[in-house]
Nanobody, 114 residues
Framework: QVQLVESGGGLVQPGGSLRLSCKAS????????MGWYRQIPGQEREWVAS????????IHADAVKGRFTISKDNAENTLFLQMNNLRLEDTAVYYC???????WGKGTLVTVSS
């Protein structure tokens, strides 16, 4: 079954860190462009970061640059998003996506609150 399953979300204080994971099944993640997106309730989904394919460029949105880092483990077929120095405005549901397969995960909630 072709699917993406996110995990790692939770409640964290401002300035804290979380690491999100996205486990891919049914396809080889290393041969696809992969990305992270987020959505605040009532707002449009926005792009956060991507690893391009081919070429393997690691790119991040300006809003998270220097704080978030996208990475992957091809052997584990898993995509990651390391989030440091979290801010209140980072609160959202985070989704991973495989554009080439038009595939989305169901999301994981990140709540930044004191």
């Amino acid at each position: 079954q072709v699917q993406l399953v996110e995990s790692g979300g939770g409640l964290v204080q401002p300035g804290g860190s979380l690491r999100l994971s996205c486990k891919a099944s049914g396809f080889d993640l290393s041969k696809q462009e992969m990305g992270w997106y987020r959505q605040i309730p009532g707002q449009e989904r926005e792009w956060v970061a991507s690893i391009t394919y081919p070429g393997a460029l690691y790119i991040h949105a300006d809003a998270v640059k220097g704080r978030f880092t996208i990475s992957k483990d091809n052997a584990e077929n898993t995509l990651f998003l390391q989030m440091n120095n979290l801010r209140l405005e980072d609160t959202a549901v985070y989704y991973c996506r495989t554009p080439g397969l038009d595939l989305w995960g169901k999301g994981t909630l990140v709540t930044v609150s004191s």
